[in-house]
């Protein structure tokens, strides 16, 4: 628009190596989240950096991985720290072997939600937590949003229409969803201009460098604001938020972007244990 231009080369794979015509570089940095499979050119490049590291992808990756190495991070926090780590920790479980056009495997699915809901309401009830608990069910692979849905009941999982289980059904790339992950949901209690917003933190190495607020005026507090309609706003932090603001309420801006940062340094810690323990052996 401004009359600019961009120049794009096609890529040269020589040997294990990957570049351009005339840059051989020594990282390659992926903005790709490989869904679809590893394209060739992309395999075995062991003389290169690859960042982040293609088993990283959407083809093996799976949430209920990484969730399980938070869960063992923040474990270990809480433990540190003298807190329950369910604050900072919401519960997840697995469901396996689905189809949801056949409607194979829903009962195990429904039995799962009910016992973790349950559970919720246990939390919610020793801290004194008035809201009404919800769990998200999501495809274990895959990102942008799809094959996702809220249930605040069980019976919500065994009375799915018909577009809702096509929805479920299938992912990006057109990937058929056979696993979920059952997580409990977390209201959201921040907004912005009557918009539902959640916070999303940017780092880089392990320093918090910055974040964004995902908006969705559409959405409630216990919805998935990741859909059509969402609009993004940036997330200013006032300083470092490297250490709290002691003169200054838990609730102040600076100390909530803290937290917020506790917990994306946590999450970017569980990455480093998940990516080694799903590191293919060489």
């Not at 009962?107 to 016992?115: G, Y």
């Not at 969803?177 to 916070?199: L, R």
């Not at 506790?262 to 052996?281: C, F, I, K």
Request: with cysteine; net charge negative; hydrophobic share 40%.
């Amino acid at each position: 628009a401004n009359g600019a231009t961009l120049t794009l080369e096609p890529l040269i794979r020589n040997g294990r190596r990957l570049g351009l015509k005339d840059f051989d570089p020594c990282a390659v940095l992926l903005n790709n989240d490989l869904s679809a499979g590893i394209p060739a050119l992309m395999k075995d490049l062991h003389d290169q950096w690859v960042i982040p590291p293609v088993h990283a992808g959407w083809h093996t990756r799976r949430k209920s991985n990484h969730a399980a190495a938070y869960d063992r991070v923040t474990r270990d926090f809480g433990a540190a720290i003298g807190i329950d780590p369910w604050r900072i920790n919401p519960a997840f479980d697995t469901c396996s072997g689905l189809d949801f056009h056949a409607r194979t495997g829903e009962q195990e699915l429904a039995d799962k939600v009910s016992k973790m809901l349950a559970d919720i309401r246990a939390k919610y009830q020793e801290y004194g937590v008035a809201e009404t608990p919800y769990v998200v069910v999501k495809a274990d692979a895959g990102t942008y949003g799809m094959g996702v849905m809220t249930v605040r009941d069980a019976d919500e999982v065994i009375a799915l229409n018909r577009k809702q289980r096509n929805k479920m059904s299938v992912v990006k790339e057109g990937l058929e969803v056979h696993d979920v992950i059952i997580q409990e949901g977390v209201h959201t209690f921040e907004s912005i201009n009557d918009g539902v917003a959640e916070p999303v933190v940017y780092m880089i190495d392990r320093y918090v460098v910055g974040g964004f607020y995902r908006v969705h005026s559409g959405r409630a507090k216990d919805e998935n604001l990741n859909a059509p309609g969402m609009h993004f706003k940036p997330l200013a932090f006032e300083t470092c938020c490297n250490q709290p603001e002691h003169a200054l309420g838990p609730d102040a801006p600076p100390n909530r972007f803290y937290a917020y940062g506790v917990v994306a340094r946590l999450a970017l810690l569980a990455a480093s244990v998940e990516l080694e323990r799903t590191a293919p052996e060489e």
